[in-house]
């Protein structure tokens, strides 16, 4: 990972053609997370949503356990070995194709984003794995995802695969139509594939905090429990069904407030 991290002493010194004053939803992520993979604009705009409402920390790390226990749960008792993670963002530890190929040898896992940030990245990291790969895509064009994972031979489309979308479908506004993407998606995969979701929910708490995503690189849009149920319509959500992020076949008991459980998240089987 030392490559990864190689200007990561907090220096505000951007790359060409990375934009550094704006706000980045995938570098404020980074600092929730603790990371160092963030510029002063990241920061201050994620520390306002810290200030007003701290539970987001509890929130992005126990998203970062989840994805990691539904990825476990997926190769190793499911027997999934493709995994399609869209809007990946920055990497860190415990990364998707890590968990994988700890229970699945020869998985395969492929990184879509459209930050370049993300990309550069993602390729440093991945340059001597050759079972995954970066690609640069946009989760509002999913044929395009789907188009290129296929004709580059990345992913057997014909095989069961998992597409994860955590915590990036409420990125997406109503005018660009989420539900659609995920059908999309999920209607060019083959039956046996499941979708992992994780989202904000729609709570009083988060709706100034969430403003703040306004003068971000994108705006955090909330969702009603019912509203982000419907991403999963057609599907057989599993077992605990919808619910937070921390309550996901945690590992460990842990109290955790109602306001951190604003995270929903869920599995699901396409028939």
Known sequence: MSALRAHAARSDHAPPGIDSTTPNVARMYDHYLGGKDNYAADRACADEVIRQAPHVITMARENR????????????????????????????RENVHQVAQRFAPDARTVYVDNDPVVLSHGRALLMSDDHT???KQDLRAPDKILDAVGALGLLNLSRPVAVLLVAVLHFITDDEDPYRIVKTLMNGL??????????????PDLE?????????????????????????????????GLVGVCDWHPEHVAYFSDRERALRCGVARKP
């Not at 356990?65 to 860190?92: H, K, S, W």
């Not at 083959?190 to 709570?203: D, K």
């Not at 849009?221 to 599907?235: A, C, K, Q, W, Y």
């Open 133 to 135: 790969w970066v690609i």
């Open 65 to 92: 356990l989840f994805l990691g226990r539904a990825v476990r749960y997926l190769a190793d008792e499911v027997g999934i070995n493709q995994f399609l993670d869209i809007g990946a963002g920055l990497p860190t």
């Open 208 to 240: 100034t905090a969430a403003a703040n995503y306004r003068h971000a690189s994108s705006p955090v849009i909330l969702r009603s429990t019912e509203d982000v149920s419907r991403f999963f319509d057609g599907m057989e959500l599993l077992d605990p």
């Open 190 to 203: 083959a039956p046996g594939s499941h979708l992992v979701i994780s989202h904000m929910e729609r709570r």
